[in-house]
């Protein structure tokens, strides 16, 4: 349920439990946590797809700012209109 809840796909978040120390996964989920804590309405890729996915299709994907992270990563701030 803690991986599902953060966006990982069922079938991966499943064979992350039978492949690793629940105290690991617990680890690895934290430092994600605290990133989306401090990201306020960033978006990870997966969840900008989905979000365009459930708001009128992948056309959407257009409207998101991209965010680049200190740490090289990108993020997406959805639209104006969508907060």
Request: net charge positive.
């Amino acid at each position: 349920m803690m991986l599902l809840s953060r966006g990982i796909a069922e079938g991966i978040a499943a064979q992350f439990v039978r492949q690793y120390d629940p105290r690991r996964i617990r680890r690895q989920v934290g430092p994600h946590d605290r990133q989306r804590a401090t990201g306020g309405d960033l978006m990870t890729h997966r969840e900008m797809l989905r979000w365009c996915e459930a708001n009128g299709g992948l056309h959407r994907t257009d409207e998101f700012e991209v965010v680049k992270q200190p740490d090289g990563q990108t993020l997406f701030r959805p639209p104006v209109t969508a907060r």
